[in-house]
């Protein structure tokens, strides 16, 4: 991701090809003043090309642009120094499409200021998760410029919770989003789980299914099934599958299986 500065500014790109598209964000943005607009843009193709110039922390994005433009789009980013990226969306459908195409968040149009608010807190806490602000140095992911999580944050009600990382038991997909079970309560955070996955300390954290993770030092016993699947017991009494896909990976972290 992009630098912020000193100042912790985030600097912002507007890509709408509708001024009054722009002009909804850049108002949204006026209660946000460590946010800096430094271009605005009217399609993907010209948006490429400025964010080689200008290098912004965040970008806005279009959604009603073609589903296939957008996943281009974010694809051709350089992964070391990729902005966060939110769709402003007119519809839900564009809005879970651009997230599940790589973007961070939504914005649904027309714009909510207290929607737009929430979603800016969540900007502002993955700038801190991604650059390790307020969090002991930890190994870097391989090929990316970031440092493994140590901390998410959550919606819970009208606030946010933050979680540190090793507290979650296992993490379950659904979709979108992710469920993180911690402590026998669960929270909903918006990521698929692959890109999550590729964002926690593999050292701890381990697939044992194509929809699920387990944080290793959570599990207490193994129960084998047929066919070569597997059952692990965790410390707070939940049973989760273990596919044979991951049993070799599992082998190596949790001892011969």
Request: hydrophobic share 45%; charged share 25%; aromatic share 6%.
């Amino acid at each position: 991701m992009a630098s912020m500065g000193a100042t912790d500014t985030i600097r912002a790109v507007l890509v709408d090809d509708e001024v009054v598209g722009r002009l909804a964000i850049r108002l949204a943005l006026e209660t946000h003043p460590d946010v800096e607009v430094v271009a605005e843009c009217s399609n993907a193709g010209e948006a490429g090309r400025v964010l080689t110039m200008v290098k912004p922390t965040l970008i806005f994005l279009d959604g009603s642009v073609a589903t296939g433009e957008v996943s281009l789009f974010l694809r051709e980013l350089d992964p070391d120094a990729r902005p966060m990226v939110v769709v402003a969306a007119a519809r839900d459908q564009h809005a879970l499409q651009g997230v599940n195409a790589g973007a961070l968040d939504y914005v649904l149009k027309p714009i909510e200021q207290r929607q737009f608010d929430r979603m800016m807190a969540r900007v502002r806490q993955r700038a801190r998760e991604l650059l390790g602000y307020g969090s002991e140095a930890s190994p870097q992911v391989p090929g990316r410029g970031s440092r493994w999580l140590t901390r998410v944050s959550v919606n819970v009600g009208e606030h946010m919770r933050i979680l540190a990382t090793e507290e979650i038991d296992w993490i379950e997909a659904n979709g979108n989003y992710v469920h993180l079970h911690v402590g026998g309560v669960s929270y909903t955070y918006r990521a698929a789980l692959h890109q999550l996955h590729d964002r926690l300390d593999p050292a701890r954290f381990l697939r044992i299914h194509r929809a699920t993770i387990v944080n290793v030092e959570r599990v207490r016993e193994l129960h084998p099934l047929f066919g070569g699947n597997a059952e692990l017991v965790l410390k707070d009494g939940s049973h989760v599958r273990l596919s044979r896909r991951y049993r070799a990976q599992a082998r190596k972290a949790l001892g011969q299986l």
